[in-house]
């Protein structure tokens, strides 16, 4: 019996891969760390569902377990997350997200079933990350069109 | 008299003779068929009179360059979608503000892909879609003149461009290319439309800020027309959009446009220019 060839994904697309999630289940944490502060605001948890969903989306593409956060990543933005209205702190985390996956995406080859999935999933990741970036930096007061719009964290705009 | 009449015998023989040569001619037909001309009209049948059927340009080869003078013409499609706009009353009260950076950031992005055509070699095509223009931007644009309510509908054309203009460059970044470094400027413009969608729709419906999509329920309607939620899925999507405007018809009904991704028909192919 054979079994159906089964299209090889690079070591760096999986290790790419493997990086995003655990960055986008230290976002789901921190929006955590927010909700215990007291950040009642129902976006917070939405937020929170969204990220463990994206983490979830890639840690199935690739075959990786989805239990283990960035340590980097939560250690950073904890304390800035501990507070009942964390806004400043999720526009930066969102756009840094999206900023990190936008080079993801764009290292990606291409041309496997994997890589092909990847690169979906990674670019509807980021256009929901920068509408979040948007939308909460817009609850959060700011005015700046610029600021809003445009990803200070990105060199490609993302 | 004899009892085989001339008519009687020339029917019994010609029976026979008619069954042989029926079969004759009909083996001699397949064998003339068999090793006959196969030339001729590849063409489907039609039946009746009617219009030819419409062709796609033609095409060539489908390159780096097509893809990048096709998502060009998007952003001068939404160009001239916000100049039709302002001669029509513009954005609605709430998002007047937004139309000016609005209509700047489709500018850059304009200039950025044509950066980008002219780096992979193809052919400036600074004007805005044909495809686009004639079944997307002109019908909605025009509609406004005889709407029954134009906030209501330049809320809804503007936010569900923007929306469209995000899922058209999601859904051509995540494409094969033969360059894969052009995903990141592609999909930095895909979040840039994305932020102006989620920004519309904040400033436009306050009050919607996440869809029951979200917790397993269905989006709401308002006489028809979709609400608008600043984050409305859980991923981006790629999708078409059913666009509602206008005035109902003698039955009630909007007229509707399925706002689509880019794909073969829209194309802007090396033959095709401004």
């Not at chain 1, 939560?74 to 400043?88: D, I, K, M, R, W």
């Not at chain 2, 004007?127 to 025009?142: M, T």
């Not at chain 2, 005889?146 to 569900?160: G, L, V």
């Not at chain 2, 028809?224 to 039955?251: C, M, T």
Request: aromatic share 6%; proline share 6%.
């Amino acid at each position: 019996m054979t079994t159906p060839a089964q299209a090889v994904t690079p070591d760096s697309d999986a290790q790419s891969a493997a990086e995003a999630v655990a960055l986008e289940l230290a976002a789901r944490d921190l929006y955590d760390t927010a909700i215990e502060a007291g950040a009642d605001a129902p976006i917070w948890a939405t937020l929170r569902e969204q990220h463990e969903s994206y983490a979830q989306r890639l840690a199935g593409i690739v075959g990786v377990s989805a239990n283990t956060p960035d340590a980097d990543l939560l250690a950073g933005l904890s304390e800035s997350f501990a507070v009942t209205n964390p806004g400043e702190a999720a526009v930066e985390l969102e756009n840094s997200l999206v900023a990190g996956h936008t080079g993801r995406l764009a290292a990606i080859a291409g041309g496997t079933s994997t890589g092909d999935a990847l690169a979906s999933a990674f670019a509807s990741i980021v256009t929901a990350e920068a509408r979040q970036a948007t939308v909460v930096a817009l609850l959060s007061g700011v005015t700046d069109a610029a600021a809003l719009y445009v990803n200070p964290s990105s060199e490609a705009g993302a | 008299m004899s009892d085989t009449t001339p008519f009687a015998f020339d029917a019994r023989l010609g029976r026979r003779a008619l069954l042989r040569n029926s079969l004759l001619a009909l083996g001699a037909g397949a064998v003339l068929a068999a090793c006959g001309d196969r030339e001729g009209s590849t063409d489907p049948g039609r039946i009746g009179v009617a219009a030819p059927l419409p062709t796609l340009p033609a095409t060539g080869e489908v390159t780096d360059a097509t893809w990048l003078r096709t998502l060009q013409s998007l952003e001068h499609s939404m160009i001239a979608l916000y100049a039709g706009l302002a001669t029509h009353g513009g954005l609605p009260a709430k998002a007047t503000g937004l139309a000016a950076p609005f209509q700047a950031a489709h500018v850059a992005a304009a200039e950025t892909l044509a950066g980008l055509v002219a780096d992979a070699g193809g052919a400036d095509f600074a004007c805005a879609n044909p495809f686009f223009a004639d079944r997307y931007v002109n019908p909605v644009i025009e509609a406004l003149d005889d709407t029954d309510d134009r906030e209501r509908d330049a809320a809804q054309i503007a936010y569900s461009f923007e929306d469209w203009a995000a899922r058209s460059y999601q859904a051509v970044a995540a494409r094969t290319w033969s360059d894969p470094a052009l995903r990141a400027p592609l999909i930095g413009l895909a979040a840039e439309a994305s932020r102006r969608a989620g920004g519309l729709a904040l400033t436009l419906s306050p009050d919607t800020l996440v869809s029951p999509v979200l917790t397993g329920g269905q989006p709401g309607a308002d006489n028809g027309f979709p609400v608008i939620y600043a984050i409305p899925f859980r991923f981006g999507q790629i999708s078409p959009i059913e666009l509602r405007y206008g005035k109902p018809n003698d039955d009630g009904a909007y007229r509707t446009v399925s706002l689509q991704t880019p794909a073969d028909n829209a194309l802007v192919y090396d033959s095709i220019s401004c």
